[in-house]
């Protein structure tokens, strides 16, 4: 459910056309958003793909430097989400012992 979150967490700030026509720092976005796609349960995946498809079509209509600032910004909440979930699980793992 978090990676469903997660991947769906930037709906307002992304869009959805090929890669053509992104920055760099949207092309490594979408590139951890795909790793976290391929996570999500089936019953979960078309709805995230779906919304995937969108945000990056949005987003590729942005001029380069409002790209870059955009996905920079997604890239460090996604990072701070990252650490999070691996903080909980290390605390869940030191419960159970």
């Given at each position: 459910?978090?990676?469903l979150v997660l991947?769906?967490?930037?709906?307002?700030?992304?869009?959805?056309?090929?890669?053509?026509?992104?920055?760099?720092?949207?092309?490594?976005?979408?590139?951890?958003?795909?790793?976290?796609?391929?996570?999500?349960?089936?019953?979960?995946?078309?709805?995230?793909?779906?919304?995937?498809?969108?945000?990056?079509?949005?987003?590729?209509?942005?001029?380069?430097?409002?790209?870059?600032?955009?996905?920079?910004?997604?890239?460090?909440?996604?990072?701070?989400?990252?650490?999070?979930?691996?903080?909980?699980?290390?605390?869940?793992?030191?419960?159970?012992?």
């Open positions: 459910m978090k990676k991947a769906l967490s930037f709906a307002g700030i992304a869009a959805s056309a090929s890669a053509e026509g992104l920055s760099a720092k949207c092309t490594e976005y979408f590139h951890k958003v795909e790793t976290n796609l391929k996570a999500l349960p089936v019953e979960q995946l078309e709805v995230a793909q779906k919304q995937y498809d969108e945000n990056k079509a949005q987003l590729a209509l942005l001029d380069e430097q409002t790209q870059d600032k955009t996905c920079t910004e997604a890239l460090e909440q996604m990072k701070v989400s990252e650490e999070s979930k691996e903080e909980t699980t290390d605390n869940v793992k030191e419960e159970a012992k």
